[in-house]
């Protein structure tokens, strides 16, 4: 999710605290490509980020092999593989890609010319790709984990080794793809580290290959993944293996170090899936764990069946363990709302965090008595300044230059789930329970959009709810609450006047 942690403990997270990022020009090593039209970076329309992306194909799977070379502030060696098929004909293909260096490019096993355009990088195969082929990609680079240090994701060094931070705009800046949530793939990682280091990707493990002093760790996903969702981790770890419900594989990665300290919580997560498969059917993946990363990030993120935390939650005494808990559901919950099913535009990013942050909630009030309704009630106030900063749930403000990571705002967070409650409280519990379990079944493993949750919670609900959820999603005022007409909005506390402190 992107979700912050308060500086001291709080009822709810405050959101974005994030450095300043600045856009870095591409370093990708430039090959001219062949004359014609200048080479100019793509994208595939979407509101909030319109380069990222990329028209004309579909991405069927990646290959990863990545080099790590025993230290966090040199690049890595890295082959790209990426299998798609053609949906126009093409005689250039734009892949997202910033922060490596790219030494060449193949498509279909012939080599192309290539050169950047903004953060694209452009290839020119030596025949045009017919609509409807099926094509192999290889890209031979690097992958800069300091060059990323001062943007929004991508490589996050640890004190140990390295892991992935991709959301929202990210992904790209680690690896070559069509970085999109609307183009979910298959992956599979090769990680090749020095003896000493463990590698953990997204996925199950397929193979380990020891040889001249360092291992290959591979790992394959079962069900396709958006780009922002990848992940790798590399570090003097242990990987901490249990089993959750119906058999569920779990492996949590952990420093080596700290594991004895960390095991009450890693123990958690058996009856966080099962609160959470009670809720909304079954887990939607073939494994799931934590990581818990040495490194000073400010937020936690649900890359796919491994979500990336912070470690020092978890020792940090400041902050109550119910806290630590629903955050720890909230991550989880991500795995069917946003993993699983994920959004078509990041537009829809409130059908994200709105469902996230209402089962964190949900949790916290049934484990902590922390009701539910208390929390709606203080959102409820603040809607209005919310949208007036952010935007409304579903037409987030595009964020500022540089500060990709901008849409995560509190409009995306309570301020959707307060658009659920308002939901339950019109179509009432038992067709809001319904329209939860449906959405994740009917729409597994896809990318989906605002649209949609619209019309089946219309057919669930038994009427046309277009203009409940247009008043509730993209209007500018919040409209009143179902049920609770003396829900009013709180005005901003006024500033104190300098004249007065003693």
């Not at 970076?41 to 194909?57: A, H, K, Q, S, T």
Request: hydrophobic fraction near 40%; aromatic fraction near 8%; glycine fraction near 8%.
């Amino acid at each position: 999710m992107l979700l912050t942690r308060p500086a001291r403990p709080h009822p709810a997270p405050r959101f974005l605290r994030r450095r300043k990022a600045a856009l870095l020009a591409s370093a990708v090593t430039v090959c001219l490509v062949a004359a014609g039209a200048p080479a100019e970076p793509l994208g595939v329309g979407d509101r909030i980020f319109p380069e990222l992306g990329n028209p004309g194909y579909d991405v069927a799977a990646y290959d990863l092999a990545l080099t790590y070379p025993g230290s966090n502030d040199k690049p890595l060696r890295a082959v790209t593989t990426i299998d798609a098929r053609l949906t126009s004909s093409l005689d250039r293909i734009n892949l997202d890609f910033a922060h490596g260096t790219v030494e060449s490019v193949e498509v279909d096993g012939r080599r192309a010319a290539f050169t950047s355009a903004g953060e694209d990088l452009v290839v020119t195969p030596d025949r045009a790709l017919p609509l409807g082929s099926v094509t192999r990609i290889r890209v031979r680079h690097t992958s800069d984990p300091v060059a990323a240090d001062d943007q929004d994701g991508g490589w996050v060094r640890t004190t140990d080794g390295l892991a992935m931070a991709n959301q929202a705009d990210a992904a790209h800046l680690v690896f070559p793809c069509n970085d999109h949530p609307s183009d979910k793939a298959m992956f599979t990682f090769h990680v090749t580290a020095p003896d000493g280091y463990t590698a953990v990707a997204n996925g199950l493990p397929t193979g380990r290959v020891e040889a001249g002093g360092s291992t290959t760790w591979s790992y394959r996903s079962q069900h396709p993944m958006a780009t922002e969702l990848a992940q790798v981790s590399i570090g003097r770890s242990a990987v901490v293996r249990r089993t959750g419900p119906h058999g569920l594989p779990l492996r949590d990665v952990v420093p080596a170090t700290d594991k004895q300290e960390l095991e009450p919580w890693l123990a958690k997560t058996p009856d966080q899936i099962a609160w959470m498969e009670n809720k909304i059917g079954p887990y939607p993946f073939e494994t799931y764990g934590v990581l818990m990363a040495q490194a000073s990030t400010g937020f936690e993120l649900e890359t796919q069946t491994l979500s990336l935390f912070e470690k020092d939650i978890f020792t940090e005494p400041a902050y109550p363990k119910w806290y630590i808990e629903s955050v720890m559901v909230h991550e989880l919950s991500h795995q069917w709302f946003g993993d699983s099913v994920s959004p078509r535009t990041w537009s829809d990013v409130w059908l994200n965090e709105g469902h996230a942050t209402w089962y964190e909630a949900l949790y916290a009030q049934e484990k902590a008595d922390r009701p539910l309704e208390d929390r709606m009630k203080a959102a409820y106030g603040a809607s209005d300044r919310w949208r007036a900063a952010g935007g409304p749930p579903a037409r987030p403000k595009p964020p500022a230059p540089g500060q990709k990571i901008g849409i995560f705002r509190p409009n995306i967070y309570d301020g959707a789930a307060l658009v659920l409650f308002a939901l339950r409280q019109e179509i009432g519990k038992d067709a809001f329970e319904r329209l939860e379990k449906v959405w994740v079944q009917e729409n597994r493993d896809t990318s989906v959009g605002t649209a949609d949750f619209v019309r089946l919670a219309s057919a669930i609900g038994g009427r046309d709810l277009s203009g409940f959820f247009q008043d509730w999603l993209y209007g500018e005022k919040t409209p009143p609450m179902p049920g609770h007409p003396d829900w009013k909005q709180v005005p901003p506390p006024a500033p104190s006047d300098p004249a007065k402190k003693s």
